[in-house]
């Protein structure tokens, strides 16, 4: 396959259609284009007209634009330590974060690093739709996930439902912490 980096439009609809698992006939029997039209557009031998990427695009369940960026259909994201650790934002809980792979398109999870010091995160509780998984990178934390506290070590990891009403307090000095949500 092609460096995703410089993906055409065919090549950024095959990997969408094979990602979700269909196939050619399936994209072309709800786009009503052929499944040979189909193939010649994924193999980068005909240039779709923009009413088959319409339709194409709708059957995929994303848009044009989705479809024509260059920038989003990177296959690889690499982060430096060093810039996760420049680029970390300070939250009104008390706690930095950084998100990891901002420019991943349409992923199916969200990884983040954590920076939390003792003193500085304020005793907060919250709860959202999804799940949620850390990995102590550095330090310990103290973690309540509904009505049980969790002594967390470096090391350690811990997988929840996030519907569970769930926050953190540092107990070392410093904490650090890979959180990924999906």
């Known amino acids: 396959m092609p460096n995703k980096n410089n993906l055409q ?22 786009s009503d284009l052929s499944k040979s039209m189909i193939s010649k557009i994924e193999n980068n031998k005909t240039v779709p007209s923009v009413a088959a990427l319409v339709k194409i695009s709708k059957v995929l369940g994303t848009n044009i634009s989705n479809l024509l960026e260059h920038d989003g259909f990177l296959n690889a994201i690499v ?9 970390l ?12 792979a901002s420019e991943y398109h349409e992923k199916k999870m969200q990884p983040f690093l954590f920076v939390a010091r003792k003193g500085e995160v304020k ?13 102590i990178l550095k330090g310990e ?22 519907l569970q009403k769930h926050g953190i307090l540092p107990f070392t000095d410093e904490v650090v912490y890979l959180d990924i949500f999906v």
Not at 79 to 87: D, F, G, H, R, V
């Open 123 to 135: 005793p907060h509780q919250l709860s959202h739709e999804g799940e949620e998984f850390i990995y």
């Open 79 to 87: 982060t430096s330590k060093q810039k996760a650790e420049e680029n």
């Open 89 to 100: 934002t300070a939250t009104d809980k008390g706690y930095s974060i950084f998100p990891f």
């Open 9 to 30: 439009i065919g090549d950024r609809i095959k990997l969408l259609r094979v990602s979700q698992k269909r196939t050619l006939q399936e994209i072309a029997d709800n």
């Open 141 to 162: 934390m103290k973690m309540q996930v509904g009505e049980v506290e969790y002594h967390l070590k470096e090391g350690d990891s811990l997988y929840f439902n996030t």
